[in-house]
């Protein structure tokens, strides 16, 4: 509590600055930097939380606050509980240190991977040897 020369007492309350609400999704994610029409820099990472707004991530790399990124992530939902979804975030750097990067989610969107995606990652493989 912080007093006043009036002594009325101000209560220091820490709140949220955010306005969306945002969501642990730790997922594997590619991302690419873009200079123009140009790939500047790719890399991986992993996401931590993300809402309809921005996203962290973590990153190797300090990435150049200011850039378009593109980032690309498998949802962790399947659609009609069949069908795995990519999910593509376009916007652009906000903020990055050691520890990774903040992007600006400017639109995005899901793309479906097909259910044949799915069925081929569950099936076994056989090797069969070349003679």
Known sequence: MIETEESAPIRNVDRERRLKRRFQIEQE???KMLYGQRIAETGTGKTSNISSSGVWFTTDNMLTTGMPIELSMNW??????????????????????????????????????????????QQPVELVPVH
């Open 76 to 121: 962790p939902v399947l659609l009609n509980d069949s069908c795995p979804m990519k999910l593509m975030i376009y916007g652009c750097v906000v903020r990055s240190n050691e520890r990774g990067a903040a992007v600006a989610i400017e639109r995005y969107e899901f793309r479906t991977q097909g259910r044949a995606f799915t069925q081929a990652m």
């Open 29 to 31: 994610v590619r991302y």
